[in-house]
């Protein structure tokens, strides 16, 4: 009996040791489920929200690019595309067999569909894969009749950038592409499938303030990833628009004028503020092309062009300047204290130790002063006062000319082009500058090299009363994706050259054209207020023996392309009130005679689209010329 009521007591305390160890952990949790459904409340519905809420990022439309005048160079144009979502092809065939049939409807490209099915392996059954852009109407009806037998396949609506005056504004504009390896992807729009980049131009140059910014969808998802609906949408911020300075009948008609020449390149600008009027490089491309995706044969054949469509001549192709070279040698000279009125005769060549150095004129000019020697473009004469000059002064003046770096035109891939003096040769060579290097250099061969911008931006800087000026493509001033100023005008420093000097070397110039014995004055403008001036240029691209001197010079089509001469011409209008620069380079042209009439007709029709008028934002230039008779 006592055994039995031990027995229920030992029971009773176990049975309330349990049921105290039930009531302590009972308690716990309903504290534990208090603290989360009660004080974390907040906390987990946003973490249950962010598993069943996404925000996805939406790529903004990229900003217009517009002439001076408002003509559209780069839009955004509708781009059909063929989406397949595998869930749905393999739920009535298999993908390999959709693309096949899709393949007997339009033309897809092996590498086409091995990227597909790669990209269908990857990606989740339900994600849509892009088979197909830049689709034409005819294909969207084709894929649109066949629909029932093309399971998982459905036609979307984008946008695609495009160039409505193609190989014209190539070289300017540049392209967009897929975003590559090489491209700093900092910005999240970079992430995107399909967003695409400035590759060229100034969709490069300009490429953040073009872009904008990214908009967001914030949608609903299943426990999958799938989208189940759209909850709230912001569009973002459209790129800026660009408005270039560039006028596009311009650069038509520029394009036009040289479309026959194998390799050239002009160059517009207004002098007083910089601002790139024309910019031509021939041969060009088409940048639709990159736009809508190259083929493989289409980018081997640009690269493997002689003719180089692809390199931007204007600011990245570097030439011996020749002649045009000889402004900047004569400004040095008055600068050494040389007068105008120095006399040099030219028999026809120069001798210097045992080399004999040719003029152009091969019986010679005669007794020349600095004018007579620019306006008939005498080599003995800048032989001879280079040698007194020097080249350290000639470098140092065609430096404050703007050659021999690079302009900061606001395009990438400009080259700085050479001005050589005797440190730099010791640099780069090793060796010590010799006496008939500075005559080389004094008529703009040897070392020296310019681009085409280069030399009209010298231009331009002679013309302009000694500015500074620099060339620059845009009206507006950017930051950025900031848009600083939208009608930008900057402002020059003067380069101190003394107005009296440069009067003199513009009246050289004005004779170059309008003179009797000029060597342009087939280029003569003869409407009153519209005259041109300028200056010739021949560049040698091989050595002429001494053999060939005595038999004569082999030109034109005795000699294979490659081995003409270089044709240049520099030149400005209108010669009382300049307002307008200009460059011409001809790539083996066979001499200045290719170049000068392409600038006549071109400062012709500048003046004719913008007048002759100087730009507002500068003060007019008084009347320099004292001209005489012949």
């Known amino acids: 009996?006592?055994?039995?009521?031990?027995?229920?007591?030992?029971?009773?305390?176990?049975?309330?040791?349990?049921?105290?160890?039930?009531?302590?952990?009972?308690?716990?949790?309903?504290?534990?489920?208090?603290?989360?459904?009660?004080?974390?409340?907040?906390?987990?519905?946003?973490?249950?929200?962010?598993?069943?809420?996404?925000?996805?990022?939406?790529?903004?439309?990229?900003?217009?690019?517009?002439?001076?005048?408002?003509?559209?160079?780069?839009?955004?144009?509708?781009?059909?595309?063929?989406?397949?979502?595998?869930?749905?092809?393999?739920?009535?065939?298999?993908?390999?067999?959709?693309?096949?049939?899709?393949?007997?409807?339009?033309?897809?490209?092996?590498?086409?569909?091995?990227?597909?099915?790669?990209?269908?392996?990857?990606?989740?059954?339900?994600?849509?894969?892009?088979?197909?852009?830049?689709?034409?109407?005819?294909?969207?009806?084709?894929?649109?009749?066949?629909?029932?037998?093309?399971?998982?396949?459905?036609?979307?609506?984008?946008?695609?950038?495009?160039?409505?005056?193609?190989?014209?504004?190539?070289?300017?504009?540049?392209?967009?592409?897929?975003?590559?390896?090489?491209?700093?992807?900092?910005?999240?729009?970079?992430?995107?499938?399909?967003?695409?980049?400035?590759?060229?131009?100034?969709?490069?140059?300009?490429?953040?303030?073009?872009?904008?910014?990214?908009?967001?969808?914030?949608?609903?998802?299943?426990?999958?990833?799938?989208?189940?609906?759209?909850?709230?949408?912001?569009?973002g911020q459209p790129g800026h628009e660009l408005r270039l300075s560039l006028d596009m009948r311009l650069q038509d008609y520029i394009g036009n004028r040289v479309a026959d020449e194998k390799a050239a390149s002009v160059v517009v600008m207004d002098v007083h503020n910089g601002e790139v009027l024309g910019l031509v490089s021939t041969p060009s491309f088409n940048p639709n092309a990159f736009s809508e995706g190259l083929s493989t044969e289409e980018w081997k054949a640009l690269q493997n062009n002689p003719y180089k469509p692809l390199s931007n001549k204007t600011i990245a192709g570097q030439y011996a300047p020749g002649s045009t070279f000889k402004m900047s040698v004569a400004l040095a000279a008055l600068d050494h204290g040389i007068s105008p009125d120095h006399r040099v005769f030219c028999p026809g060549h120069m001798d210097l130790g045992n080399h004999r150095f040719h003029c152009w004129k091969r019986h010679g000019h005669g007794w020349m002063n600095m004018t007579d020697a620019i306006r008939e473009s005498c080599d003995v004469w800048f032989y001879e006062v280079g040698m007194k000059v020097g080249i350290e002064k000639i470098a140092a003046m065609a430096r404050k000319l703007g050659l021999g770096d690079k302009t900061g035109l606001d395009l990438h891939g400009e080259r700085a082009g050479l001005i050589p003096d005797k440190a730099w040769k010791e640099r780069a060579i090793g060796e010590r500058w010799q006496g008939g290097e500075t005559v080389i250099a004094a008529i703009g061969q040897g070392y020296v090299l310019t681009t085409p911008l280069q030399l009209a931006v010298?231009?331009?800087?002679?013309?302009?009363?000694?500015?500074?000026?620099?060339?620059?493509?845009?009206?507006?001033?950017?930051?950025?994706?900031?848009?600083?100023?939208?009608?930008?005008?900057?402002?020059?420093?003067?380069?101190?050259?003394?107005?009296?000097?440069?009067?003199?070397?513009?009246?050289?110039?004005?004779?170059?054209?309008?003179?009797?014995?000029?060597?342009?004055?087939?280029?003569?403008?003869?409407?009153?207020?519209?005259?041109?001036?300028?200056?010739?240029?021949?560049?040698?691209?091989?050595?002429?023996?001494?053999?060939?001197?005595?038999?004569?010079?082999?030109?034109?089509?005795?000699?294979?392309?490659?081995?003409?001469?270089?044709?240049?011409?520099v030149g400005f209008a209108p010669v009382d009130n300049p307002r307008f620069a200009i460059s011409v380079v001809v790539e083996h042209g066979g001499g200045s005679k290719a170049a000068i009439p392409i600038a006549k007709d071109v400062m012709v029709e500048v003046q004719r689209l913008m007048g002759s008028a100087q730009s507002s934002e500068a003060e007019p230039r008084p009347h320099y010329l004292n001209k005489k008779e012949g």
């Open 458 to 569: 010298m231009t331009a800087r002679m013309v302009n009363g000694g500015k500074a000026v620099v060339p620059h493509l845009t009206k507006q001033k950017f930051e950025g994706r900031d848009l600083l100023d939208s009608n930008w005008v900057p402002e020059f420093e003067d380069l101190g050259i003394p107005k009296k000097h440069l009067d003199i070397v513009l009246r050289g110039m004005d004779e170059v054209v309008n003179h009797p014995r000029g060597t342009a004055n087939s280029a003569a403008i003869k409407e009153d207020g519209t005259e041109m001036g300028g200056k010739t240029g021949t560049a040698q691209v091989r050595r002429i023996s001494e053999a060939e001197r005595k038999s004569g010079i082999l030109k034109g089509e005795d000699i294979s392309w490659r081995l003409r001469d270089h044709g240049l011409f």
């Open 1 to 235: 009996m006592k055994r039995e009521k031990d027995r229920a007591r030992q029971f009773n305390r176990r049975a309330a040791l349990l049921l105290g160890g039930k009531f302590v952990l009972m308690s716990g949790l309903a504290a534990r489920m208090y603290y989360l459904q009660v004080i974390e409340t907040d906390r987990y519905k946003m973490m249950a929200d962010d598993n069943r809420i996404n925000l996805r990022l939406l790529p903004p439309p990229r900003g217009f690019i517009l002439d001076r005048n408002g003509d559209y160079l780069a839009i955004n144009i509708q781009n059909y595309r063929i989406i397949l979502v595998r869930e749905q092809a393999e739920n009535a065939s298999s993908v390999p067999e959709v693309l096949a049939r899709l393949g007997q409807l339009i033309d897809l490209e092996d590498h086409e569909y091995r990227r597909v099915l790669k990209e269908v392996e990857r990606r989740r059954a339900f994600v849509p894969v892009t088979v197909r852009e830049n689709l034409s109407w005819e294909e969207v009806s084709r894929i649109g009749v066949n629909t029932p037998e093309l399971p998982g396949v459905t036609i979307d609506v984008g946008q695609t950038r495009h160039y409505p005056y193609g190989p014209t504004m190539a070289h300017v504009l540049g392209y967009v592409a897929a975003v590559s390896e090489k491209d700093n992807r900092d910005d999240p729009l970079l992430q995107l499938p399909g967003f695409k980049v400035g590759k060229r131009g100034v969709e490069r140059y300009y490429d953040l303030a073009l872009r904008g910014q990214g908009g967001t969808s914030k949608v609903e998802v299943n426990a999958l990833g799938r989208v189940i609906r759209e909850l709230e949408r912001n569009e």
